[in-house]
Nanobody
Framework: QVQLVESGGGLVQAGDSLTLSCAASGRTFGGYVVGWFRRAPGKEREFVATIAWTSGNTVYADSVKDRFTISRDNAKSSVYLRMNSLKPEDSAVYYC???????????????????WGQGTQVTVSS
């Protein structure tokens, strides 16, 4: 059984930085993509960033590009999201997710991601 456990959320001020962690267990993730999504109150869950486990290639949402950095540690089976220059509009529950690219579904599409964590709350005050 695959488990993804997020940590690192909290309350910060605008302009601050925060690093989220996602610890994965239950399988090896060679060939998988592991990413972060977020859901703000009253909004749909949206793509934030993702990383290909084997190659290390990354993809970001335009709204976080140049502020957020996704990385992975193969030895620890963990993925991280470093968030700099945080804005109030970044406030959301952040979810870690993993899946396989199949059927030509775009990498930012939520349908790629089969496994999900429970989420961690990030609140950015102005």
């Amino acid at each position: 059984q695959v488990q993804l456990v997020e940590s690192g959320g909290g309350l910060v001020q605008a302009g601050d930085s925060l690093t989220l962690s996602c610890a994965a267990s239950g399988r090896t993730f060679g060939g998988y993509v592991v990413g972060w999504f977020r859901r703000a109150p009253g909004k749909e869950r949206e793509f934030v960033a993702t990383i290909a486990w084997t190659s290390g290639n990354t993809v970001y949402a335009d709204s976080v590009k140049d502020r957020f950095t996704i990385s992975r540690d193969n030895a620890k089976s963990s993925v991280y999201l470093r968030m700099n220059s945080l804005k109030p509009e970044d406030s959301a529950v952040y979810y870690c997710a993993a899946g396989l690219l199949v059927g030509g579904i775009p990498i930012k599409d939520i349908r790629v991601y089969r496994y999900w964590g429970q989420g961690t709350q990030v609140t950015v005050s102005s």
